[in-house]
């Protein structure tokens, strides 16, 4: 059963790492609590215990909407644009496919002419 301890050691290194990231301290430690069992201090000491990081800068800026919504427009046209080609692509190809039909249901239809009427008897 060490893979769990294992496991929970690194859920909780993981945590602290994030936490120091997002200088979210607070929050992640009140939902950590309940989620995770604790770790006991004798096995593996060096994975189990998450290292202290003292938070002393602020919190990085949140980003500006702008260049996001920028960004997405581009995407969202970038989509549009490769839509509106496949769907060009789709129709020349299916104008293509029924114009092949027409011809090989005319030449069809012209060899049925040339062939003789079938016998009554058979």
């Given at each position: 059963m060490s893979w769990k301890k294992d496991r929970d050691a690194l859920i909780a290194q993981t945590m602290a790492f994030v936490e120091s990231v997002t200088g979210r301290r607070e929050d992640l430690q009140a939902d950590l609590k309940p989620a995770l069992p604790p770790v006991e201090a004798g096995v593996r000491t060096e994975r189990a215990a998450?290292?202290?990081?003292?938070?002393?800068?602020?919190?990085?800026?949140?980003?500006?909407?702008?260049?996001?919504?920028?960004?997405?427009?581009?995407?969202?046209?970038?989509?549009?644009?490769?839509?509106?080609?496949?769907?060009?692509?789709q129709q020349r190809f299916n104008k293509e496919r029924e114009e092949y039909f027409s011809k090989t249901i005319a030449k069809l239809k012209a060899s049925m002419k040339d062939l003789p009427p079938p016998r009554a008897g058979k």
């Amino acid at each position: 059963m060490s893979w769990k301890k294992d496991r929970d050691a690194l859920i909780a290194q993981t945590m602290a790492f994030v936490e120091s990231v997002t200088g979210r301290r607070e929050d992640l430690q009140a939902d950590l609590k309940p989620a995770l069992p604790p770790v006991e201090a004798g096995v593996r000491t060096e994975r189990a215990a998450a290292p202290e990081i003292v938070d002393t800068a602020e919190p990085p800026p949140a980003p500006l909407s702008g260049p996001r919504q920028v960004a997405l427009s581009d995407v969202q046209k970038e989509i549009r644009d490769r839509v509106a080609s496949f769907r060009a692509h789709q129709q020349r190809f299916n104008k293509e496919r029924e114009e092949y039909f027409s011809k090989t249901i005319a030449k069809l239809k012209a060899s049925m002419k040339d062939l003789p009427p079938p016998r009554a008897g058979k």
